[in-house]
């Protein structure tokens, strides 16, 4: 089963940008669609972002459409999580997850089709 190890949270000012990384080890990564989902306190665990295991398909929430755009590079095992104009509801823990529908072309937003997560990394945007 593929691991995931997310990277990049951080404090950040509304309006700004960071860029999170999702380090996968295995061999298979790139037959994996993948996706981003975060968490913030007292809420469920919500999608972000999906895109397809060769990257020819994405999908997002309507609350980061045109803010932030998901990539991966196959050939680096990681996916990435690009997010601009930060607003201060955005703030969360950032998980990263491996779909278990091997090389569907279909982005999930469910997150029961995800059987590998990471451990999360912290964004935090301050107003």
């Known amino acids: 089963q593929v691991q995931l190890v997310e990277s990049g949270g951080g404090l950040v000012q509304a309006g700004g940008s960071r860029r999170l990384s999702c380090a996968a080890s295995g061999p298979t990564f790139s037959s994996y669609p993948m996706g981003w989902f975060r968490q913030a306190p007292g809420k469920e665990r919500e999608f972000v972002a999906a895109?397809?295991?060769?990257?020819?398909?994405?999908d997002y929430a309507d609350s980061v459409k045109g803010r932030f755009t998901i990539s991966r590079g196959n050939a680096k095992n990681t996916v990435y999580l690009q997010m601009n104009n930060l607003r201060p509801e955005d703030t969360a823990v950032y998980f990263c997850a491996a779909d278990s529908r091997v090389g569907s072309a279909n982005p999930s937003v469910n997150p029961r089709t995800y059987n590998a997560w990471g451990q999360g990394t912290q964004v935090t945007v301050s107003s």
């Open positions: 895109i397809s295991w060769n990257g020819g398909m994405t």
